[in-house]
């Protein structure tokens, strides 16, 4: 999987959403949909998403002291596999909404193994603070 490109779509007033075709093939049935990092949402295919959380967050147990499980919490707590309905729309939980303070106009970016899915105005304002000749440097 190597997802790619930025789309600009919107979420309808019931908060449903078209994931992009070019998307959606490589996310498979039931994509799972999380809390991302700068206010995005972080979709991965069903198969991603047990393979990246669980080498991340497998070893951590609820016992100990281990500064993961403060993250695997607000991930897990408030993520959620995605049904298509029948006209090829997912609905976006209303818990991952408020915390992306999603508006009308969505952008759905690939990061290679996940979509990204920010606020337009949000993602507008990450963009353009990002400088590519220095952001080439780091890499």
Not at 21 to 46: E, H, M, W
Not at 95 to 107: I, M, R, W
Request: aromatic share 12%; glycine share 8%; hydrophobic share 35%.
């Amino acid at each position: 999987m190597f997802l790619s490109g930025r789309y600009n779509h919107q979420v309808d007033d019931k908060g449903r959403i078209r994931i992009p075709a070019k998307f959606k093939d490589a996310l498979g049935d039931r994509p799972y949909i999380t809390v991302g990092q700068n206010r995005c949402l972080y979709i991965f295919s069903k198969e991603e998403a047990e393979r990246i959380l669980g080498e991340r967050f497998g070893g951590v147990d609820g016992f100990s002291k281990d500064p993961r499980l403060d993250a695997m919490r607000k991930i897990f707590s408030r993520g959620c596999f995605l049904d298509e309905d029948k006209q090829g729309r997912f609905t976006l939980p209303s818990n991952l909404t408020a915390y992306e303070k999603k508006k009308k106009n969505v952008v759905s970016v690939g990061m290679i193994n996940r979509v990204e899915l920010w606020d337009e105005d949000n993602w507008n304002e990450y963009d353009s603070a990002q400088d590519v000749d220095t952001l080439f440097g780091e890499v």
